[in-house]
Structures are given as C-alpha cells and as structure tokens.
C-alpha cells in the first residue's frame, strides 16, 4: 500500500478556502485516494474519494494531478467547525485502511 | 439510522484485568473492522470481518487480543490480560462492500486506560 505524505499541521481563518496537499509517489494503477475528517473523541468520518481529475461533493473537492503521485483535498469557506485532523489514504481492492499521521487544521476566527 | 456504536466509551481497568469492547455495526453491513490508536501513534488496523468469519487479523498485536463475530452482527474485542501500553482509543467501522469506493462508518471509539 502506497505511503502518504501530509503537512502536521494548517493553520486558517473562517471564511478562507484551505487546501491540504497529500503526497503519494508510490501509488499503484489500482489505488484510489481517499480523505477521512476526525473530530476530537470521534471516529474518522469519510469526506471524499477519487482516482484522477477532479471530483466535487457537497463538502469538499479533490483535485488529482495526471500522474497521481499527489492530491490536494480543498475546503472552501472553512469555519470553526471545520477544525479537525484530515488524513490522506491511497489504496486500493482492500478494506485494510492505512492512516497517517493526518493534518490538524485548525481554523481560528 | 443508527450509526456504528461502540460500548463502553471509556474504561479504566489494572493490568492483568479483562476488558470486553463491544461494536455494533450499521445495520446490513457485511463488514466489521476494528482499529486503534495509542499514545501518540497513528491510526492502526486490527482485523476485519465478513460476516462472522475472519478475513484479515493481520494486525491483531498478540495473542492476548481475542475478537468474535458471533452470528455476523455483533462483534466484541477482548482484552486479556490487559497490559499498560494496551491503553489507547479502539475504533470500530463498517462497511456495506469490499474493496474499491468503499466508504467505512466509524463509531466513536472506547477509550481504554491500563492502570
């Protein structure tokens, strides 16, 4: 399963868009990356999953360069409920998830 | 819908005590993982149901981990004997299918403290 690579830590403010990049060089032909969201005391939540381009939900977007080895989930308009650790998954035919260290984004009024 | 639950939220027992987890997936879902999180260390996979059979304990730590499926549903992950770096956050998830877009609904986590 390919490694990713994450910032520790983002820092913004409410209303700003926040973009938190993931490396992962070693992706296989077969891995999808995906982004898990964890508030304090809860368990990871899923927010968004992709193979290439670009993908758009309700939440967040993802944006996937042509060669993979990278991928940036984008926040639009963060506020303070959106403090949170983000991790970064690539995998692929596998339900063995393999989390990080994740980003703590904190957003500050 | 009910979402994964987990029982107790927090437990507090002395070393070379049992402790019981207990999960509850989202009702329907074939697949049942637990995870954990100790001090200071990243999320990590123990095993993974489908049903009630095992198919992947690759990550149980040792043989003082025991975890059942009785009858596909629930699952309970005990503990025996506890030691002190068995401390740490025990994360139960679900998920309706394998593999490829497979979302996992995670419950909220047993906090478990070695004394």
């Known amino acids: 399963l390919a490694k990713t690579t994450q910032p520790i830590s983002m820092d913004s403010y409410e209303g700003q868009e926040v973009n938190i990049t993931c490396s992962h060089n070693?992706?296989?032909?077969?891995?999808?990356i995906t982004w898990y969201q964890q508030f304090p005391s809860q368990g990871p939540r899923f927010i968004i999953q992709g193979y290439k381009t670009k993908v758009t939900n309700e939440v967040a977007s993802l944006f996937i360069p042509a060669d993979r080895k990278s991928s940036t989930l984008s926040l639009p308009r963060v506020s303070l409920s959106d403090t949170a650790v983000y991790y970064c998954l690539v995998g692929g035919a596998t339900n063995k998830l393999i989390f990080g260290t994740g980003t703590l984004l904190a957003v500050q009024p | 819908e009910a979402g994964v639950t987990q029982f107790p939220s927090h437990s507090v027992i002395e070393k070379g005590q049992t402790v019981t987890l207990r999960c509850d997936p989202i009702s329907g879902h074939d697949n049942l993982y637990w995870y954990r999180r100790v001090m200071g260390k990243e999320i990590k996979f123990l095993l993974h149901f489908v049903k009630e059979s095992k198919q992947d304990e690759s990550g149980m730590p040792n043989n003082r981990f025991l975890a059942e499926r009785t009858g596909g549903t629930y699952s309970t992950l005990k503990v025996q004997p506890a030691e002190l770096e068995d401390s740490g956050v025990y994360f139960c998830?679900?998920?309706?299918?394998?593999?490829?877009?497979?979302?996992?609904?995670f419950g909220q986590g047993t906090r478990l403290t070695v004394v």
């Open positions: 070693n992706i296989a032909t077969n891995d999808y």
């Open positions: 998830a679900s998920s309706q299918n394998q593999g490829l877009h497979t979302e996992a609904f």
